[in-house]
C-alpha cells in the first residue's frame, strides 16, 4: 500500500457491491493523437452501469476545437467525482491517451477497479 495515500482501499472479507459495471472519466481529444479511440466513448455510456463521462475543456486552446458534442459531455462530465465513479467501478477504462503511458493504469489499480486497456495499435 502507498503510505499517506487516500486511494488505498481497506479490504473486506465481502465481495464489493460496485454500482457501476465500467468507468472512464477524463479529457475527450477532438483532433489527432487519441482522439480515434476517445471519441467513440459516448457510444458505450449509458448513464447506468456504464458511464464514461468526458470533457472538452483542456489545453490552451480548447474552445478552438469545440464539436456539437463538448456541451454534452460537459454537464455529464461535471455530474460525477472521479474518485467515487473508480471506487464504485468493476472496471476501469484505460484509454489511449496523448502518450504511450498512461497514469488511469495506475489510478485503476489503486482504486480497486480492474483495468481495461482500449488502444488502436498498442499490443
Known amino acids: 500500500p502507498l503510505r499517506g ?3 488505498v482501499k481497506h479490504v473486506s472479507p465481502q465481495p464489493p457491491s460496485n454500482s457501476y459495471l465500467l468507468a472512464f472519466k477524463g479529457k475527450r481529444y477532438t483532433y489527432g493523437i487519441g482522439s480515434e479511440t476517445r ?3 459516448h457510444h458505450l455510456h449509458n448513464n447506468r452501469d456504464i458511464i ?4 472538452c475543456r ?3 486552446q480548447w474552445q478552438r476545437y469545440v464539436d ?4 454534452l459531455d460537459q454537464i455529464e462530465f461535471d455530474s460525477y467525482e472521479f474518485d467515487e465513479l473508480l471506487m464504485n467501478s468493476t472496471f476501469c477504462l484505460v484509454p489511449r491517451g496523448r502518450r504511450l503511458a498512461s497514469y488511469r493504469f495506475i489510478e ?3 482504486s480497486g477497479c ?3 486497456i482500449a488502444a ?3 499490443v
Do not use: M
Open 114 to 116: 480492474i483495468p481495461v
Open 5 to 7: 495515500s487516500s486511494w
Open 52 to 55: 464514461l463521462v468526458t470533457t
Open 108 to 110: 485503476s489499480l489503486q
Open 58 to 60: 483542456h489545453g490552451k
Open 39 to 41: 471519441n467513440l466513448l
Open 68 to 71: 456539437e458534442r463538448c456541451g
Open 120 to 122: 488502436n495499435g498498442w
